[in-house]
């Protein structure tokens, strides 16, 4: 990899002969000393290959390796002749531009940038030409080369090593648990019985009775799970700001995923009185007219549901008193744009779930994560009696973080940051020999570093921080649970029947025109008596 462009430094008055005299001299400490500094190898550091006078600017051409890249070396020789030419001369420097900043690939790339800093990419057969614009000094000091080489290799591994599925590794399976296989598509009945009622593309109504066995499930969940490891609840807010978003990554993985939010642009309700009259007139809400009134996106709601728990942490200093910090939070939906892949509640825009977050030492996250694995298994396979799978999914990337890693194929290590995904087969989607009749219904990652340095989060005496995550999403566990289990309570789970009878079990709403069909209504009867409290 090189580096090629060229310097020009303009300073706030003409250049004496003096100044041109040591400015040769200055030339020359750079090229043996200074411009090599940190490079093993002088061929890795930079060179001045040629430079001339104007009348009060330097222009110099320029070439670097990889270890002092171009933009590097450009501050590198501002601060030499700022520190020697100005206190002896009284000169100081007005400004700094690259011209035809170049970067020259030792290889072929086979992927698109587009991006406005590109000006045209030139692909030969053993190399690539990237050529940059012009860049000033502001852009300099911003690591712009850096990010674009690190894009450019994470886009060339996302097309080597492919998605999730092409890595997906078994861990571990249950045996065969289902004593009467039930082979209908639960969303299908619960639609049927009025117990749920789509609103809009992946956005459904629960009525008392389904809400009511999500809260017992999740109940269940935590009780089982969270508390007996010392998981202590939060809220977290469903809206967060773009900034948030570029630190954990997800603008830069799963902007077209993520579900936007605007504010208005004021306060002032006289503002609106043109939009106002023209819905009482034309009798609608015009989205077209709307975005006259608001502004442009500056959050976006709730993707990831654990942002909060990084960012609260941010710029803390934190010590062994208070580590490792375990959280859950359980206090809204999560949203994300699923497009064609939306079905029933399990794959839906609008969802929930329990979030469960931790902070702390590699040893101790590492601790904590084997801890939520075995309680997992646990949860399962004997409370609530399901046919489950675990898979090894990373680190080939960090799931929805736009970073990808290599990792050796066939190893799996899972003491390391990457993610563990639970799956649970649907036996209405057909047999469980085929993957696509599995649902992916949790996970469990370790991320490293990958939150800890971006939000800055340290530990007073210098220690490395990780943090991990792991999501129930309430939806998916039911609707696992009801495909193998059916709407017969005698097939149910014990622990999860005591839960869902804990406390009174809801009217089910049968009204005149609800739920539509007479099969419907007739179904719903047949379940309600078949609960038998």
């Given at each position: 990899m090189r580096f090629t462009g060229t310097v020009e430094i303009v300073f706030n008055k003409k250049l004496s002969d003096e100044i041109k005299k040591d400015v040769e001299g200055l030339i020359e400490y750079l090229n043996k000393d200074y411009l090599k500094r940190g490079a093993r190898d002088s061929r890795e550091g930079a060179h001045i290959s040629s430079f001339m006078f104007k009348d009060s600017s330097i222009v110099l051409k320029i070439e670097s390796g990889n270890k002092i890249r171009i933009d590097e070396a450009t501050l590198r020789v501002k601060n030499v002749f700022a520190s020697n030419l100005g206190p002896k001369y009284r000169i100081g420097i007005r400004g700094i531009m690259l011209y035809n900043p170049t970067i020259i690939l030792d290889n072929k790339i086979s992927i698109s940038l587009k991006i406005p800093l590109i000006r045209n990419i030139v692909n030969n057969e053993n190399y690539t030409v990237i050529e940059l614009i012009d860049l000033d000094e502001n852009d300099l000091k911003k690591p712009i080369f850096l990010r674009l080489l690190r894009l450019i290799e994470?886009?060339?591994?996302?097309?080597?090593?492919?998605?999730?599925?092409?890595?997906?590794?078994?861990?571990?399976?249950?045996?065969?648990?289902?004593?009467?296989?039930?082979?209908?598509?639960?969303?299908?009945i619960l639609e049927d019985i009025g117990w749920i009622k789509r609103m809009s593309i992946g956005q459904?109504?629960?009525?008392?009775?389904?809400?009511?066995?999500?809260?017992?499930?999740?109940?269940?969940?935590?009780?089982?799970?969270?508390?007996?490891?010392?998981?202590?609840?939060?809220v977290f807010p469903k809206m967060y700001p773009l900034e948030v978003g570029l630190k954990t990554g997800h603008l830069k993985g799963v902007i077209n995923s993520m579900i936007f939010a605007s504010l208005p642009k004021s306060y002032d309700i006289s503002e609106f009185e043109e939009f106002i009259d023209y819905m009482y007139v034309m009798n609608e809400a015009s989205s077209e007219e709307l975005q006259k009134y608001i502004r442009a996106p500056t959050y976006f709601l709730c993707f990831a549901q654990c942002e909060p728990f990084y960012w609260f942490f941010e710029n803390e200093v934190l010590d062994d008193s208070s580590l490792p910090i375990k959280w859950f939070d359980q206090s809204g939906p999560s949203y994300r744009w699923e497009s064609g892949g939306i079905h029933g509640i399990e794959r839906v825009i609008e969802f929930h779930r329990v979030e469960v977050v931790w902070l702390g030492k590699p040893e101790d996250v590492i601790r904590i994560r084997n801890e939520l694995l075995q309680r997992y298994e646990y949860f399962m396979d004997q409370v609530l009696e399901i046919e489950w799978r675990m898979a090894w999914v990373t680190p080939w990337f960090y799931e929805q973080s736009g970073t990808i890693h290599e990792s050796r194929e066939g190893i799996i290590d899972i003491n390391r940051p990457g993610t563990v995904d639970f799956e649970a087969w649907l036996p209405y989607r057909g047999n469980r020999e085929e993957d696509k009749n599995w649902l992916e219904i949790g996970n469990i990652s370790i991320h490293g570093t990958k939150f800890t340095e971006p939000f800055k989060i340290k530990h007073n005496k210098g220690e490395t921080l990780w943090s991990?995550?792991?999501?129930?999403?309430?939806?998916?566990?039911?609707?696992?649970?009801?495909?193998?289990?059916?709407?017969?309570?005698?097939?149910?789970?014990?622990?999860?029947?005591?839960?869902?009878?804990?406390?009174?079990?809801?009217?089910?709403?049968n009204t005149v025109t609800y739920p539509k069909t007479k099969d419907g209504k007739e179904l719903l009867l047949k379940i309600i008596n078949s609960f038998k409290w």
């Open positions: 994470d886009k060339e591994q996302r097309i080597k090593w492919g998605g999730k599925s092409e890595h997906w590794m078994l861990i571990k399976r249950s045996d065969r648990k289902i004593a009467k296989i039930f082979t209908e598509d639960p969303n299908n459904w109504l629960y009525t008392p009775p389904l809400t009511h066995m999500l809260n017992a499930l999740k109940k269940l969940f935590i009780d089982e799970i969270l508390k007996p490891l010392g998981f202590e609840e939060a991990g995550c792991s999501g129930f999403g309430s939806e998916r566990w039911l609707v696992a649970l009801l495909a193998q289990k059916g709407f017969d309570i005698d097939y149910w789970p014990k622990k999860y029947v005591e839960y869902v009878k804990a406390t009174p079990f809801p009217r089910s709403l």
